[in-house]
């Protein structure tokens, strides 16, 4: 994913020590492309998205062929990923990472797509995955590594390892410099770090001030943003005025520690939803995407590590088939909504108008939304059903305290259920046939700052287009079971 960036002017050059230093060079800013999504944007039509945006890398999660095709010709520096459920087939079998080199990697640079990067594991170590991955993750990356230097890749296609911001501390004292790598996957981490370190790979690693916040009620807000209104925090002398460059130089301090200090360091998720909690809206979203915008823009690095930050923004569009155990947020990462619409003004200092360019050439469905009769008594007790059923195979993050659509009242929140699951089922009839409660109205429902989304027209793959059918029947049956 990378030119090489700016980083050390000076780098003494050993013939039989290589990797000493990390040369670096910026490339523009990243984006993070996700495809949990009911009605995904056409590749093709995501991939003209990011060049008219100037934004000249991309970080998948997977190695979808749509999109790495899509891809092809294009300039834009790609990462690839292996999910985490592949680990431990990459881990013990040589001849299986060799066939997804081949078929992910290969095949795809033969055909003019710039991968650069493979990203073995997605936040493998986090906490709450109880060390599932712990055991696979290394012997992964080494045979992907081996993979790569066999098909003569090594020197062109780099390999890393999303972590969270979770595999590194502080300690009590909560000071950057007192940063070190878990305790309790220390020797794990090490490995890890230093097989990348020595074969010119960078650390990925993923930053999100937002969960600090939505996981502490007495995290200091102003602390999350770039804008110096909160209160410092000094540390030996060294002053951090936001958790961004605290977090950063946290694992800066702990690569120092582990004999890696000229690693070099890639940001593989950085954002701030839009919606799904009280603290994620439009305002505070624009706030802290156009501050660490105008840091990146401005070269400006952390006290640790000054000069540019390599970066990719988490994400490009919202996914709303992403889980929400984490929290309804899930679904509202994107700096542009489903259909590619930007969401708020965003300079991303790549355009000529210092404004978001919207997806092109789309097309919606009808203007028809589905809603519940006015005639309908509240008290009706099939619609506690309808809702939970609605809720369930639609998307209703949108619903609750401090978001988007969180004043509605309740025949408004009844009908905002029903139209989720009405659009996202391509606004076939029996989608909006809740048992004598729904009807479907050519009146736009939308209010206020919450909007009653039409969905764009569907973009299916292949088979994709066969499941879609398949679930929305089996979605009817088990309505039909529940009601009667």
Request: a negative charge.
């Amino acid at each position: 994913m990378r030119n090489p960036r700016r980083g050390f002017r000076v780098c003494v050059l050993f013939v039989l020590i290589p990797f000493l230093c990390w040369v670096e060079s910026v490339n523009g800013i990243g984006a993070n492309w996700g495809t949990q999504s009911s009605h995904p944007l056409p590749p093709e039509t995501v991939v003209r998205m990011l060049v008219d945006n100037g934004i000249q890398k991309v970080k998948l999660f997977d190695a979808d062929y749509g999109a790495l095709r899509a891809l092809s010709k294009s300039g834009i520096e790609v990462m690839v990923g292996i999910p985490n459920d592949m680990l431990s087939t990459m881990a013990s079998s040589m001849k299986a990472a060799e066939k997804w080199v081949s078929k992910n990697v290969s095949a795809h640079l033969t055909n003019s797509v710039n991968i650069r990067y493979v990203a073995v594991g997605n936040e493998p170590f986090l906490a709450t995955y109880n060390g599932s991955f712990l055991r696979t993750t290394f012997p992964a990356l080494q045979n992907i590594q081996a993979a790569l230097v066999k098909a003569g890749l090594g020197a062109k296609v780099k390999v890393t390892v999303p972590q969270n911001a979770d595999v590194y501390e502080s300690g009590a004292s909560g000071v950057p410099s007192s940063g070190d790598f878990r305790a309790d996957i220390h020797d794990y981490i090490f490995q890890i770090t230093k097989f990348l370190n020595d074969n010119g790979s960078p650390f990925t690693v993923n930053i999100y001030p937002f969960i600090s916040l939505y996981i502490d009620s007495n995290f200091p807000v102003e602390y999350a943003f770039f804008d110096g209104q909160a209160t410092p925090v000094n540390d030996g002398g060294t002053t951090y005025t936001n958790m961004f460059d605290a977090n950063y130089d946290t694992l800066v301090w702990a690569l120092q520690k582990n004999g890696l200090a000229n690693m070099g360091i890639i940001v593989g998720e950085i954002g701030w939803p839009s919606d799904g909690d009280r603290n994620g809206n439009n305002e505070y979203a624009q706030r802290f995407m156009q501050g660490f915008m105008s840091r990146v823009a401005g070269g400006k690095g952390t006290p640790m590590r000054q000069g540019p930050i390599e970066a990719y923004l988490f994400s490009l569009i919202d996914e709303d088939e992403k889980s929400i155990q984490p929290g309804n947020f899930e679904r509202h990462w994107g700096v542009f909504y489903y259909d590619g619409q930007p969401k708020y003004a965003l300079n991303l200092g790549t355009t000529v108008t210092g404004a978001l360019v919207p997806a092109r050439n789309l097309k919606y469905l009808q203007r028809k939304w589905c809603v519940l009769k006015d005639s309908v008594k509240m008290d009706d007790p099939s619609i506690a059903q309808s809702v939970s059923y609605a809720c369930a195979l639609g998307d209703c993050t949108s619903l609750g305290y401090g978001t988007s659509c969180g004043d509605l009242d309740a025949k408004q929140n009844i009908s905002y259920a029903f139209n989720s699951y009405y659009q996202i089922n391509n606004q076939v009839d029996e989608a909006c046939k809740f048992p004598n409660v729904s009807t479907v109205t050519k009146d736009d429902p939308s209010t206020g700052s919450c909007r009653f989304g039409i969905m764009i027209e569907p973009y299916y793959a292949g088979a994709d287009e066969r499941r879609a059918s398949v679930g929305f029947l089996v979605g009817v049956v088990l309505l039909l079971l529940m009601v009667l």
